[in-house]
């Protein structure tokens, strides 16, 4: 899938993958993959901007822990991101909705 | 290769200290991590290192993500810290002279110390006037990406901010030492505190563009920039846009304003205050004619 298309919609997705537990920045990436089905396949370094950004937000928090027997920054969901996931879900619904609407229907 | 890797990007970061230590040691756990995956896969770890440098992306790629995610942000402090650094000088010299025996500046000044009071209030004017050119493009852009015209305006409205500042830290505190010379009741705390405000805000100033300057990559602009949007934000920007393509009336309005402004802040007689505001009518028209182009201010 083209990376551009996943632009904008990468920290909604950061946030969700953390939902089910803490990550580190490589497990982030991974679980992105695993769960698209391979379809998201982006450069790894991407994802790194998108969780730096949420930590500024308050959306995530890391910490250094250990990780398979070496030291990893793992980073965890916090309230502010949990309510900021909610919203993305909300405003993904709505224009998924719409879009699905638009492009589904073929002229009879 | 990971080493050169890591070498190649803590180079190509614009952001310094702790957070590029952080950044390349996040970028090392992840590739000892993609590589620990691709051996436990059976790939040689030759292969194994450089299929996981190509998984992340090229250092100069990443870094470009993280510099315009750093400079983006100290964009949208840089003008706290300017506003804070002009209130600073300003507070100073008020907090320094206001205290003194007498109002304001009393004792009859040496002409060293009028220039130099003066030659400040003409820095001042000059960091405000750069300071509201930026405040003006900034706010036009309020939301959006800033484009490299913008970028570029906004950079020379920061040097030409911080001159004027220091200029005006610089002529206050002459000024400031000439008043308190010789008066034996001048009080000093004030006079030490104002001064260490006015030296402090010009400071930061200073930091504050060094470091914006150091982060911000910018590029050449192409044409003119983005058209402005249709919101009341833009308004100061399309008014400053509409007086600069009337360089006349821009100029004659604002140095008739300013030279009245200065007569009637100079302590003396009308006829003593003209040379004054025979002076700041021609430091406006010089700061016009050579400032004008570089601050969008005349076309």
Redesign the interface.
Known sequence: MRSELLKGHLDALVLALLEEGPL???GVI?QLRLRSGDVFDL????V??AL??LE?AGSVTSTRSSVGG?S??VYRLARPGRHALEESRQDWQQFSIAIDKILTARPA | MIDDYLARLRKELRVTGKRRD??V???R??L???IA?LRRDGTEAGDAERMALA???PAS??AA??NS?AAT?LLRRTPAAMVLAGLAVVGGLLFAAVPQPAPGLPKPAGLGGEISFFAGTVGLQVAFIAGVRAAARTLARWRRTPSAADLHLLRRTALVFVGGLIASAVGWTVALLDAVNGRPHGRVVPLVVGLAMIIGGSTLAAATTARWRRTMIVVPPDGDGDELPASVFALPERFIQWMAARPALACTSTALVAALAAMSRAETTAAGALPWGLAEAAFVVAGYVMLGPALELRT
């Open positions: 580190h920045g490589y991974e450069p790894e370094g991407t790194y901007p730096y950004r500024r070496r990893r920054r | 952080r950044i040691d996040d970028v756990d992840h000892e991590d993609a995956a998984a992340f992306g790629q990443f993500q993280i995610d942000l």
